[in-house]
Structure formats: C-alpha cells, structure tokens
C-alpha cells in the first residue's frame, strides 16, 4: 500500500477514474437500450447485474497482466497487418455491435409491436439480455484495462479507479436510462452512437486506429444539438417507438 503515500499515485487514480467514466459512455448506453426492453421492475436490476458483470471481468483482467500482454503477440499476418488476439476480440466485438445496433433500429421503427406477457418468454428475454451485456462487457473491458495498464503502475491504483468507475455508472445508469427512453430520438441517436463505436473497434483491430476524442466530440455535439430540438419541441408530442417486449399497462407507466 506504498502508493497511498505517493502524490503521483493519486493524480493517477484520478486521471484513470476519469477516464474509465468517459470510456464506459458506450457501455452505458447499449446498457440502457438492452434493458430498456425489459420491464421497468427488472431494468434496475438487469443494469447493476450488466455493470457488475463489467467490474468483475475488468479486474479479471488486470490481474492476468502476463495472460493480457500475450493477447497482443501476432497470430498471423493478414494484408501486412499483424492480426493478435486482442485484434480478433475487437474486430468481432465491434461486428457484433454493428449488427446488433442495426437489429436494435430495425426493432424500435418497423419491428412487432404485440407486449410479450408470458412468464417463461419474459425470463428467457431478461436472460438474453444479461448475456448480450456479458458479451460486450468483455470487448469494453478488454480496451479499458489495456488503457489502464498504459497509465498507472501499481494494480492497485488500477483496480480503485474501475472499481469506482462502475460506481459511479451503476449511480447514473438508470438516469441516463430513463432519459433515453422519455426522448425516443435520442434512442435512436444512442443506437448511431453504438455504430460509430462499433466500426471504431473494428477499426482498431485491423490497426487503424481513430482518435477517440474525434468520436466523443461527434457524440456530445449531436446531444448538444439535440438538446437544443426538445427544449424548442418541448410542446409536441414525441413519436413513440416499437417496444414490443413492454407489457402495457402499469410497467409502461413506471417508466
């Protein structure tokens, strides 16, 4: 516990706790759109369940620093690039959230709209849903602890900063939530957010990699700007998009 002593140790903590906030953005909200088709009762849970899921494999895999440093050796050589595993985990994370963003737009403009009411339906969806999370937890993860790993020394300082990272997430999950599904064209604009980050994944894995910054810029300008549409629509109806898995009646209205 020596660097609880060192200045430079806590300027670190902080720095890495910042940005484990800034990077878990995405996660959050393909969170809140996947629980969003659950029930209101069971979203609460389905988030804490999703981000605990993200702590626990984040710590995982700060303390396989040797097993993680192995994941960038060269499997093969793909088109002069040097494809490793971590590159893989990318590329296929970042296709399986183009694919399910695009899925995820289909569903809430053209898709069924007929509430699923059955027990055993409703159980299989929540358990579908925590999977998906599990899924995309290990992609979000994995880039979140390599950026760790280049910033801090002591794992200790590492693990607080993810620790209190998913905290501070699982406080402003259900906020960031609610806000997404009372505004149905920030969903949308969530679900193009979740494809830009997907083909920045896909990106990186094939070693072209984009700045974040560009990406995060284009995000909270087009929030700024859509901020500034429902302050001046603040008086029309918003349309209302396909939640065909939300019984109707009191679970639509807690939310």
Do not use: C
């Not at 996660?27 to 659950?38: E, R």
């Not at 690039?81 to 296709?95: F, K, N, P, Q, T």
């Not at 925590?130 to 950026?147: C, E, M, Y």
């Amino acid at each position: 516990m020596e660097w609880i002593a060192d200045p430079q140790a806590w300027i670190a903590l902080v720095t890495l706790t910042l940005l484990e906030i800034v990077l878990g953005i995405d996660n959050i909200i393909f969170i809140s759109i996947l629980t969003g088709k659950l029930p209101a009762h069971q979203q609460p849970r389905a988030r804490t369940i999703g981000l605990a899921f993200a702590m626990i494999t984040r710590i995982m895999l700060l303390y396989s620093l040797v097993w993680l440093t192995r994941l960038t050796e060269p499997l093969f050589t793909l088109m002069q690039m040097e494809i490793s595993i971590r590159d893989l985990v990318l590329i296929i994370g970042g296709a399986f959230l183009l694919a399910k963003s695009t899925m995820e737009l289909h569903s809430s403009l053209e898709g069924p709209q007929q509430p699923t009411t059955d027990k055993a339906a409703a159980a299989q969806l929540f358990a579908m849903v925590i999977v998906q999370i599990a899924i995309i937890d290990i992609v979000f993860s994995l880039d979140s602890v390599i950026t760790a790993v280049g910033m801090a020394q002591d794992i200790e300082v590492m693990a607080l900063a993810i620790v209190i990272a998913v905290f501070f997430m699982m406080a402003f999950a259900g906020t960031v939530s609610r806000f997404v599904d009372t505004h149905p064209t920030l969903k949308v604009l969530a679900l193009s957010f979740l494809l830009i980050v997907g083909m920045a994944l896909i990106a990186d894995g094939l070693e072209f990699h984009i700045p974040r910054g560009y990406i995060y810029f284009a995000m909270g300008f087009s929030v700024f700007v859509e901020s500034l549409n429902i302050r001046m629509r603040r008086k029309i109806e918003p349309v209302h998009l396909r939640t065909p898995h939300l019984p109707d009646g009191k679970d639509r209205e807690a939310q």
